[in-house]
């Protein structure tokens, strides 16, 4: 991997020479929340915020997505895909792209996942963990791939990691941007990342946790949580890995339709309703632990299907935390 350092004073040439890419999409401050917009100028983006309430996901899997469209007796493709710029990503939130990567472009590859995935430019940004964050207890802290360029803070400055043959492109067309990395440059980016090792207030312990769920099935700290919790989904809608779908037939008119991909989520009842009227998770405690079980599962090829983001905590009604309830289950086997 080549390191280069993008100055400070050239850093909105640098997000300016992005477009020649596409349309840039980035986090920007929405009343109390952060959201991934549409911008212009580099000032408009929030370079120092925590986490976006939908993740980048939604630029992929949108929440509602026309796929089909019946016209004149025939349905159509409804495929668009624009080349776009998704500037600001987390490492959390790359590694969240790479477990969809593994869902959506195995066997049988999903045509419009894959399609947007091929023409969207990547820019990575670091970032400080504030009291929801643990994605250092599940490696998800630091992105080694899954990015074109991703940018970490110096004093006057950006070390700039460069992760893809179009990251490399970006930068020779660019090259009058960037300086090569000092010592004094390396030297700063060990000081940040230990000063942000050191900041996580969460953590989840991995050891035995798999185990652990195998063991606390009954565990009664379950029906508790589940008690408290609205099951209103909204730990689905904003997670990053989750990715429950229902597809639905639209009639516009007599002759017109259009298929729609939309979010679901595992916490609805009808999510475990199959043909014949039998529901496999028919109450909010079976629906409640599942989650945690769907969360927790390691899969040796791809780690969790969690990456420690803090969404579900942040966004939770009934402020349940992922870790606290992880926690308690693991204590209730002592």
Known sequence: MRYIKLPSENFEKFFNSLKAWGSIY???????IYSFQEVQRAEEVALDYNRTMLPPKKFFVRPRDEILRLKNGRWENGTDAEPIVLFGLHSCDIHGLKILDKVYLDEPVDPYYKARREKTF??????MPDEYCFCKSLGTHFAMDGFDLFLHELPDGWLVRIGSVRGHEIVWENGELFEEVTDEDLKHFKEF??????????EIPQEGLADMLDLAYNSPVWKEYAEICLACGNCNMVCPTCRCYEVCDKWISA?????????????MENHGLVAGGHNFRPTRLDRF???YYCKSYFDPSSGY?????GRCDEFCPAKIEHVKVLEEVRGSLR
């Not at 002759?255 to 916490?267: G, M, Q």
Request: with cysteine; hydrophobic share 25%.
């Open 193 to 202: 990342e230990e000063r942000r090792a050191n900041a996580f207030q969460k």
């Open 122 to 127: 990547i820019v990575g940004i670091s970032c």
């Open 305 to 309: 299907n969690c990456v420690g983001c």
């Open 26 to 32: 980035a986090p920007v401050k929405r009343g109390s």
């Open 289 to 291: 632990r599942h989650r």
């Open 255 to 267: 002759y017109d339709a259009v298929r729609e991909r939309r979010y679901d989520s595992c916490f």
